[in-house]
């Protein structure tokens, strides 16, 4: 039946697969978060459906007690398909959201086995054709084909910057018509009330020299090495520390690199730090250095504390959270001499905070959060104008 004015849609989130018990959440699963909740907030119904491992807590951490926690009990993709099936056939919701291509790819598979599919929108969140240069050559390209081939039969492609969208064009051949550009929601209320709490690293209470700090996980991505090496020409000519928050495989070889500088006195690793934000507050210089994003959520919510920073010009996210350079310098990747010289001139000639604060705003839920309703409305309602709709 053709509605003319449909009524809110009922939204499922496939969250991406959980950690296991003693791992942390990461971005994506941030993200998901403030939009589950932020589309719960609007009136919308929101159930958000978890495969979580043996011994994890089913119920993401700080998703609103109005939301509808479903979990599939499986984290095996043939289970997992057919619990997903069995909720999908029995809550008849409108619209199935993903994220990460593990979900993408179960929600494609779902939509092609039930007779009245609900719309589904699938969420790239990383640049997929630098991600996949990891991957040996076969996997790469089997990867490759399923995106081309599978990606195409969903309703829209949700990119998390203009960067990951053109990568989907070039390197996937995807639909213009299907990808749409929504920049994470990264800024909330409770993000500035966590930045104002004391920070616990005692480098920020001794009256020691500036503090220069990075956050992320120790893995090639984020390219830790380049910092450190430009932190060492940075140390040559200023007096400085370096904090770099985080955890990952890479901590041996950053150790060893950190040992062979001799810098053991001037960058430590102290590991996850649950809240980073009082800490990026206070220092005198936050820097992104990755090889490649797909936004760079830390970036934004350095801004949000006011902190200078300087960023690699990886693909992608970065130049669209700083503007070209406006907010924050913008370095060549992997160039340590080029990064020291711009942490340097930062230092000397730091940009206004509350002019970074207000740069920050631009990635607020809320902004955001209409982007997705937007979209989520136009796809029920084309639904129920082709008189599929599983009311």
């Excluded at 998901?32 to 807590?57: E, F, R, W």
């Excluded at 039969?153 to 969208?165: K, M, Q, T």
């Excluded at 370095?331 to 930062?346: E, H, Y």
């Amino acid at each position: 039946m053709t509605k003319s004015q449909p009524e809110k849609p009922h939204i499922a989130i496939l969250s991406p697969l959980q950690r296991k018990p003693g791992r942390t959440q990461g971005g994506l699963e941030v993200v998901i978060t403030h939009i589950a909740n932020a589309l719960s907030q609007k009136g919308l119904q929101v159930d958000v459906l978890v495969m979580p491992p043996k011994g994890a807590n089913p119920v993401p951490p700080d998703l609103d007690k109005q939301i509808q926690v479903v979990n599939l009990k499986s984290k095996h993709k043939f289970i997992g398909l057919f619990t997903l099936l069995d909720y999908l056939r029995k809550q008849r919701p409108d619209v199935l959201m993903a994220a990460g291509h593990r979900s993408n790819m179960l929600a494609l598979r779902a939509r092609q086995l039930l007779h009245r599919p609900p719309c589904v929108v699938l969420g790239i969140h990383n640049m997929l054709s630098r991600q996949m240069s990891q991957f040996n050559p076969l996997k790469s390209w089997l990867r490759t084909l399923t995106i081309s081939r599978n990606y195409p039969h969903s309703d829209a492609i949700v990119a998390v910057s203009h960067g990951v969208a053109d990568d989907l064009r070039q390197q996937f051949g995807l639909p213009q018509y299907l990808i749409h550009t929504i920049h994470n929601p990264v800024v909330t209320t409770e993000l500035f009330q966590l930045a104002e709490q004391p920070p616990e690293h005692p480098w920020f209470h001794d009256g020691g020299p500036p503090v220069i700090v990075s956050v992320g996980r120790l893995r090639p991505q984020k390219d830790f090495a380049t910092l450190i090496k430009a932190f060492h020409i940075v140390r040559q000519q200023r007096e400085s520390r370096l904090l770099i928050l985080g955890e990952g495989r890479q901590r041996p070889i950053l150790e060893a690199l950190i040992d062979e500088l001799g810098l053991h006195q001037e960058v430590q690793l102290p590991g996850f730090v649950a809240n980073p934000m009082p800490c990026m507050k206070q220092a005198s210089l936050f820097v992104l250095s990755s090889a490649w994003e797909g936004f760079g959520n830390v970036l934004v919510e350095a801004l949000s504390t006011g902190v200078p920073v300087v960023s690699t010009d990886c693909q992608s996210g970065p130049r669209e959270i700083l503007e070209d350079g406006r907010y924050g310098a913008l370095v060549p990747v992997g160039d340590a001499k080029t990064l020291a010289a711009a942490m340097l001139n930062t230092l000397d000639t730091p940009l206004n905070r509350n002019l970074l604060i207000k740069s920050a705003r631009r990635f607020e839920v809320e902004r955001a959060v209409t982007a997705y309703i937007d979209l989520l409305m136009k796809c029920h309602t084309t639904q129920a104008e082709a008189g599929i709709s599983n009311e």
